[in-house]
């Protein structure tokens, strides 16, 4: 690694000064996506701005909603109890990025701010309505995740922006969720589809009140299936309804072929889980 | 800029006062500064595991950490598991269970055993397999590190 300076603010005014203060600063958080970036040189900071020494910006809040801190590691939102008992998809999703390794260390707004189309974090937050608070150097800003993401690897955030709270709304609480990432293995590896579902529906008239649907992997940023949303929504969630709304979420899909996987296998796998997710949540006997 | 920084960390109990570049990873750091070669160095880049060391009670792996950012912490290598000449409880479990071969993947198994043990005493084999999902074994087809877990649950009850 390049030599580079490093600052550890105590507090955010100071993290947004040092932001305007340095030459080539970049902000650090669990650091498992930039020191990759920086051991092969696709990143070149002349200064790292340390967010961990900030107090509270890993907390987890819960107030019928939850407020997340922008640090908070992924392994603490894989294990917290409040988080598993309201929002286990939240979790669940968690629980499947990285190792036990990497989740100690990677933030979940880490994990939203690399910009990945693929990151575990952004395909269920983004299922859940999420906002996001930042910190600038003209004061607070709040937007929703939905228009955050510009492209792969790419944010609205400008540089002396800082990512501090996101917000979960507290609707989210009534709806049963399931996280589907598929891979060629089940571990330490970024799913080549990712689906997160979030479904308010009532189980023994099968009638849906409202579904989100969020894809991942599939186009240059993390999207979400409004077409398909859009079937499923205020209707009756008949076997038929359900696969018309895969197909509807396959066409939104605009994947790229890579070494993974070919754009049409993503497409395939897009109907299939879409599908296989809501047919797992109306099944389910244990709600999540 | 760019000048060295100054950290107090605590290694295997022993403390550390040290000045290092904010480019310096706690890998190197332990390798090449206090000389404590037990852990690995595999792909550096957070993929194998070799590298992991326990940092204030979690494991991470050193390659993706800078030392300058361990400032202040308590940290635990393999080399401080061993208590006098007896190996520690989970080391003589993978001897026992004859869970090494060439040896290089052991320190990181071993410390993200620790870690699986002191958080969960007696851990179904999902969990096992789930918290161990990092540390990659090129030898012994995992088998006889389950074995391994399985007979530390017994040493350590
Ligand atoms: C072995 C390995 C396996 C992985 N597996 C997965 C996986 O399965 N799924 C997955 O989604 N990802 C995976 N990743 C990628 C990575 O771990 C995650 O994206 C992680 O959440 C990044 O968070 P971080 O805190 O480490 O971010 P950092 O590396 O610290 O930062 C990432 C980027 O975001 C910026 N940034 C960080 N925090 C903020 C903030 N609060 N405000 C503004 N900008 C900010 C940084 O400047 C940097 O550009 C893996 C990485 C490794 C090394
Ligand atoms: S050397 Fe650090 S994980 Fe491989
Ligand atoms: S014993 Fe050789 S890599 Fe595990």
Redesign the interface.
């Known amino acids: ?6 600052i ?1 603010p105590g507090n955010m005014a100071d993290a947004i000064a040092a932001l305007q203060a340095n030459d080539e600063p970049y902000l ?1 958080a669990g ?2 996506d930039l ?2 970036g920086m ?1 092969t040189n696709a990143v070149k900071p ?1 200064c ?1 701005i ?1 967010l ?1 020494g900030i107090p509270g910006i890993d907390c987890i809040e819960y107030d019928n909603g939850f407020k997340l801190g922008a640090l908070t590691t992924v ?1 603490d939102v894989e294990v917290s109890p409040l988080i598993r008992e309201k929002i286990p998809a939240l979790s669940e999703a968690a ?1 499947t990025l ?5 989740r ?2 990677a933030t979940i707004g880490g994990n939203l701010c690399h910009g990945s189309p693929a990151a575990d974090m952004a395909a269920i937050l983004l299922a859940m309505n999420c906002e996001l608070q930042m910190a600038t150097g003209n004061g607070a800003k709040t937007m929703g995740l939905d228009q955050f993401f510009t492209g792969p690897n790419s944010t609205v955030l400008n540089r002396n922006e800082v990512l501090a709270q996101i917000i979960i709304p507290k609707e989210i609480g009534q709806f049963k969720g399931i996280y589907l990432k598929h891979g060629p293995r ?3 590896d970024i799913g080549i589809v990712n689906i997160a579902i979030l479904l308010d529906a009532d189980v023994s008239s099968g009638f849906c009140n409202q579904i989100m649907i969020a894809l991942g992997a599939v186009a240059p940023r993390p999207i979400r299936a409004k077409k398909a949303e859009a079937l499923l929504n205020a209707n009756r969630l008949t076997p038929e309804l359900i696969q018309e709304a895969a197909e509807a979420a396959s066409d939104e899909a605009t994947p790229i072929s890579d070494f993974r996987a070919s754009a049409g296998y993503r497409k395939d796998l897009v109907k299939n889980l879409v599908a296989k997710g809501i047919d797992q949540i109306l099944n389910s006997k244990d709600p999540s | ?3 060295k ?1 100054r950290i107090q960390i605590t290694v295997n109990e022993e403390e550390h006062d040290l000045l290092v ?3 310096r ?1 706690l890998l190197d750091l332990l390798r090449y500064d206090l000389g404590l070669t037990g852990t690995k160095e595999g792909c ?4 194998c ?1 070799a590298c ?1 060391v326990i940092v204030n009670g ?4 050193s390659c ?3 030392a ?2 361990v400032d202040g912490a308590a940290i635990t290598t393999i080399e401080g598991l061993h208590q006098g000449d007896e190996l520690h409880p989970i080391q003589q479990a993978f001897v026992d269970s004859g869970a090494v071969q060439c040896g290089f993947c052991t320190p990181g198994m071993i410390l ?1 055993t620790k ?1 699986l043990l002191d958080e969960i005493s007696d851990p179904s084999e999902d969990e096992i397999k ?2 161990l ?3 990659l074994c090129r030898c012994t087809g995992y088998t006889k590190i389950l074995d391994a877990v399985n007979n530390a649950v017994q040493l350590l009850k």
């Not at chain 1, 690694?1 to 490093?6: A, I, S």
């Not at chain 2, 979690?58 to 792996?61: C, F, Q, R």
């Open positions: 690694m390049k030599r580079f300076d490093y550890r650090l650091g498992t020191l990759i051991k002349k790292l340390d961990k392994r629980a990285g190792s036990i390794q990497i100690n260390r089940k571990a330490m | 800029m760019e000048s920084h570049h904010p480019n990873t550096d880049e957070g993929d595991g992991t979690k494991v991470m792996t993706l950490v800078l300058v950012e993200t870690a789930h918290y999902e990092g540390n």
